[in-house]
């Protein structure tokens, strides 16, 4: 499985980005029995779980993004979301999406950067 992020950028504080993730070359029912999570490694610091998504449906997100970030996927697609609003400078770091017990090699990320 090759994990394929995308949608990162420059933004504003204030701002919102949608970040998108392929889990290519995985069988459609593999994907659909597993829960999905992103994660984030900002400058100097650990990757740490920022959202998750199980696969009944049910979502967790750290405290800081409560309300803010939305956790989603689309089966058919084999395809992870996550759409991000109201951005501080404090959300910047590479995203990164995988499984919730990180099954696949990571991937090359997405570069979020908020700052004015």
């Known amino acids: 499985v090759q994990l394929q992020a995308s949608g990162g950028g420059l933004v504003q504080p204030g701002g ?3 970040l998108s993730c392929k889990f290519a070359r995985t069988i459609t029912s593999v994907f659909n029995s597993e829960s ?3 994660y984030r490694q900002a400058p100097g ?3 740490e779980l920022v959202a998750l998504l199980s696969t009944g449906g049910s979502t967790h997100y750290i405290d800081s993004v409560k309300g803010r970030f939305t956790i989603s996927r689309d089966n058919a697609k084999k395809t992870v979301f996550l759409q991000m609003n109201s951005l501080k400078p404090e959300d910047t ?3 990164y999406c ?3 017990n990180q099954r696949y090699p990571w991937g090359q990320g997405t ?3 908020v700052s004015s």
Request: aromatic share 12%; no cysteine; glycine share 6%.
């Open 111 to 113: 570069q979020v950067t």
């Open 36 to 38: 999905k999570a992103w």
């Open 45 to 47: 610091k650990q990757r």
């Open 93 to 95: 770091g590479v995203y």
């Open 16 to 18: 919102s980005l949608r």
């Open 98 to 100: 995988n499984t919730d």
